[in-house]
């Protein structure tokens, strides 16, 4: 009787599991662009493409000794394939999520150029209209170190006794207990 309880309760938390864990499903497909430019970019972008650019992080090191060898990539990518892959990661997970990269010859072909993990670091979107505009990934190669933005999301906080009785919450402190408790004191206030 206990397994099957727990084969429930196993049953139950994967299906309610958030779909920031189904990402090694996403593949992002990319054609390489030889000719940059403002006219080239909206051209793309009127014919349903976005175009990105994939570098190694060491490209934006401020000190030019400490930078790694370039291997910079200019591409572009199927709007729709984007714009389904961040429903489903949802965006403020998608910039912390890696995802395998496809590197094609042309649309339509089955050949690889090359492939590997990237990392979105910047998505760059109209004002106005709030289409996406252009890509920055960053190659996230095994065994790289990245500088990455984590999205912290506190649930039950409408839930918290505090916030009934005062009203007031003080998040840094939830934050700062919660990294602590997990990595045993190894992050310190600064």
Same mark, same amino acid.
């Given at each position: 009787?206990?397994?099957?309880? +727990?084969?429930?309760?196993?049953?139950?938390?994967? %299906?309610?599991?958030?779909?920031?864990?189904?990402?090694?499903?996403?593949?992002?497909?990319? !054609?390489? +662009?030889?000719?940059?430019?403002?006219? @080239? %970019?909206?051209?793309? +972008?009127?014919?349903?493409?976005?175009?990105?650019?994939?570098?190694?992080?060491?490209?934006?090191?401020?000190?030019?000794?400490?930078? &790694?060898?370039?291997?910079?990539?200019?591409?572009?990518?199927?709007?729709?394939? !984007?714009?389904?892959?961040?429903?489903?990661?949802?965006?403020? *997970?998608?910039?912390?999520?890696? *995802?395998?990269?496809?590197? +094609?010859?042309? &649309?339509?072909? &089955?050949? *690889?150029?090359? &492939?590997?993990?990237?990392?979105?670091?910047?998505?760059?979107?109209?004002?106005?209209?709030?289409? !996406?505009?252009?890509?920055?990934?960053?190659?996230?190669?095994?065994?790289?170190?990245?500088?990455?933005?984590?999205?912290?999301?506190?649930?039950?906080? #409408?839930?918290?006794?505090?916030?009934?009785?005062?009203?007031?919450?003080?998040?840094?402190?939830? @934050?700062?207990?919660?990294?602590? #408790?997990?990595?045993?004191?190894?992050?310190?206030?600064?």
């Amino acid at each position: 009787m206990f397994r099957l309880w +727990r084969g429930l309760k196993t049953v139950v938390q994967s %299906s309610t599991a958030s779909p920031a864990n189904c990402y090694h499903y996403h593949t992002i497909q990319a !054609i390489r +662009r030889e000719c940059t430019g403002g006219r @080239i %970019s909206s051209r793309d +972008r009127a014919q349903g493409r976005i175009p990105a650019v994939v570098f190694s992080q060491g490209l934006l090191e401020k000190n030019p000794t400490n930078r &790694s060898p370039s291997r910079k990539e200019l591409l572009t990518t199927e709007r729709k394939q !984007i714009q389904t892959i961040i429903k489903s990661v949802q965006l403020p *997970f998608f910039c912390s999520t890696t *995802f395998q990269l496809q590197i +094609r010859a042309g &649309s339509g072909s &089955s050949v *690889f150029l090359e &492939s590997g993990r990237v990392l979105p670091i910047k998505i760059h979107r109209d004002d106005e209209s709030g289409n !996406i505009l252009n890509l920055v990934f960053v190659w996230a190669d095994e065994g790289t170190e990245l500088k990455v933005d984590v999205p912290v999301v506190l649930k039950g906080i #409408a839930d918290c006794p505090g916030l009934k009785k005062e009203h007031t919450l003080s998040l840094a402190n939830v @934050i700062w207990g919660y990294f602590n #408790a997990i990595t045993g004191g190894y992050f310190n206030r600064i």
